[in-house]
T-cell receptor, first 116, second 117 residues
Framework: AQTVTQSQPEMSVQEAETVTLSCTYD???????LFWYKQPPSRQMILVIR??????QNATENRFSVNFQKAAKSFSLKISDSQLGDTAMYFC?????????????FGAGTILRVKS | GAVVSQHPSWVICKSGTSVKIECRSL??????MFWYRQFPKQSLMLMAT?????????EQGVEKDKFLINHASLTLSTLTVTSAHPEDSSFYIC?????????????FGDGTRLSIL
């Protein structure tokens, strides 16, 4: 079974600075998908960024980028120019292929607080 | 973008009653919907996978008779918590995936806070 590990329960960053959230996962599959979701205090789950394992290029969405290291099974999220609205719980998630159910497996989450 | 509506957002009821939660995909067809449970400051735990027109697939440890799932159309799945008790109090979130493209991300509803007195 796949597992996702987020080793940082809580992090803080000053507004406008850069922060990196770590995520490692364990799988025996070669093709899969990885996601970062954001859950603000409103508790709505918001997709931040996604990465397909067969793509070597790291995904980027505006201020959000990932460092995908397939061999190391690492998928970290970098937030540049942090804003107060980035304060939220961030979940790293793994999704397997259709033949394995396409289920999302979430990490335990990292609470990120952006300070002014 | 893809919108998933979940209703109600908050429900308080007495122990022993049944509660139905609806999950609707508003602007796309969802062959597959998922139901999660989340405790405060914890991760989302998948309860079951709901497929349109067929029986739901439950995760290990989830009571099928306690959590009834119906996915009668391509835009609606319902979760009924039967004979709810205080230990069923939690935050329930649904998600939906567009059509048959299984590599599409899941789109989440806003969740339902269930409190059983």
């Amino acid at each position: 079974a796949q597992t996702v590990t987020q080793s940082q329960p809580e992090m803080s960053v000053q507004e406008a600075e850069t922060v990196t959230l770590s995520c490692t996962y364990d799988t025996s599959e070669n093709n899969y998908y990885l996601f970062w979701y954001k859950q603000p205090p409103s508790r709505q789950m918001i997709l931040v960024i996604r990465q397909e394992a067969y793509k070597q290029q790291n995904a980027t969405e505006n201020r959000f980028s990932v460092n995908f290291q397939k061999a190391a099974k690492s998928f970290s999220l970098k937030i540049s120019d942090s804003q107060l609205g980035d304060t939220a719980m961030y979940f790293c998630a793994f999704m397997n292929l259709p033949e394995y159910g396409n289920k999302l497996v979430f990490g335990a989450g990292t609470i990120l607080r952006v300070k002014s | 973008g893809a919108v998933v509506s979940q209703h109600p957002s908050w429900v308080i009821c007495k122990s022993g009653t049944s509660v139905k939660i609806e999950c609707r995909s508003l602007d796309f067809q969802a062959t597959t919907m998922f139901w999660y449970r989340q405790f405060p400051k914890q991760s989302l735990m998948l309860m079951a996978t709901s497929n349109e027109g067929s029986k739901a697939t439950y995760e290990q440890g989830v009571e099928k008779d306690k959590f009834l799932i119906n996915h009668a159309s391509l835009t609606l799945s319902t979760l009924t918590v039967t004979s709810a008790h205080p230990e069923d109090s939690s935050f329930y979130i649904c998600s939906a995936r567009e059509g048959g493209y299984s590599n599409q991300p899941q789109h989440f509803g806003d969740g339902t806070r269930l409190s059983i007195l």
